[in-house]
């Protein structure tokens, strides 16, 4: 039986989540206290007992001037003893069904590419490309840059335009400040953080960055010019004593063959959002 999570139920999904990702006691900490909501969670319970769980996270796509409700299904999980039987499937199924009665146009999710079948089976295709590539630290031009603080929340608006203005181009998820904060927060008490780069008060780039296996990835860098951003993404390094670090760039033309899908996309209206091309979906960052 898939039915709505309950407070009660929160023990047993920490667990399953504990065992499935392996994320930070941090992590899960932040995760569970802020984030989880038993309202938007739907729980497989099997013989009493909760065996399988997923979360939804509402969002709004921006694309070509509209937004279009969506929802993120996350931290889909089963308990070690109930797996391969279908019960994440039937999770999916459900919370599929719950964006279906509120109007949302569309569910997406990361999953792990190399286990896309099942959910291929129910309507998901691969999207949101990514193109995952070393830089090497070289000198540029000195850009004075800061981490972020929990305090700089303020400034939201002003990376926001900066998101915009980076990313406005392609179906991307619309970053309210409450998003934004979560976005931020999930990544300073996860280890990594955000610079900023600051011309009087105005913010004229940022790099969010966390480790991945002891290697520094520098997730989203937006900045006002090209130039800016190459030079920020060096001072990042500088500034973590970093002699290299994985760019996550998005698909253009010319990189779009080294990219590889890093979600999947479900249509569930036929009056939602047009369908994309591949290459024109950003979601980096929606840890969350």
């Known amino acids: 039986m898939v039915r709505y999570a309950t407070l009660s139920d929160l023990p047993a999904i920490r667990r399953m989540a504990e065992e499935t990702y392996h994320d930070s006691d941090e992590y899960n900490d932040f995760y569970f206290s802020l984030l989880w909501k038993p309202e938007r969670t739907a729980v497989n319970e099997q013989d009493g007992q909760a065996a399988a769980a997923g979360q939804i996270v509402d969002l709004k796509i921006a694309w070509q001037g509209k937004e279009y409700p969506t929802g993120l299904l996350y931290a889909?999980?089963?308990?070690?003893?109930?797996?391969?039987?279908?019960?994440?499937?039937?999770?999916?199924?459900?919370l599929r069904n719950d964006l279906i009665e509120k109007?949302?146009?569309?569910?997406?999710?990361?999953?792990?590419?190399?286990a896309t079948k099942p959910w291929q089976s129910i309507g998901f295709s691969p999207a949101f490309p990514l193109c995952f590539q070393k830089e090497d630290y070289e000198e540029t031009e000195d850009v004075p840059i800061r981490c972020l603080n929990l305090s700089d929340?303020?400034?939201?608006?002003?990376?926001?335009?900066?998101?915009?203005?980076e990313f406005g181009k392609y179906a991307h998820v619309v970053r309210d400040a409450a998003l934004w904060q979560m976005i931020l927060t999930e990544y300073a008490v996860c280890g990594g953080?955000?610079?900023?780069?600051?011309?009087?008060?105005?913010?004229?780039?940022?790099?969010?960055?966390?480790?991945?296996?002891?290697?520094?990835?520098l997730k989203e860098c937006a900045a006002e010019t090209p130039k800016l951003k190459k030079a920020m993404r060096m001072q990042v390094m500088k500034e973590l004593g970093a002699q290299s670090a994985n760019i996550w760039e998005c698909a253009t033309p010319e990189n779009l063959d080294s990219c590889v899908a890093s979600g999947?996309?479900?249509?569930?209206?036929?009056?939602?959002?047009?369908?994309?091309p591949y290459e024109m979906g950003y979601m980096n960052l929606l840890h969350v």
């Open 76 to 94: 889909a999980t089963s308990d070690k003893r109930w797996k391969n039987r279908g019960l994440v499937k039937e999770v999916a199924a459900f």
């Open 103 to 114: 109007g949302c146009s569309h569910a997406v999710a990361f999953i792990n590419l190399k």
């Open 153 to 165: 929340m303020h400034l939201v608006h002003q990376l926001n335009r900066l998101y915009e203005n």
């Open 193 to 217: 953080g955000t610079y900023l780069a600051l011309d009087g008060d105005r913010v004229t780039g940022y790099c969010v960055y966390e480790y991945e296996d002891n290697i520094l990835q």
């Open 264 to 276: 999947i996309i479900q249509r569930l209206l036929p009056g939602g959002i047009p369908d994309f």
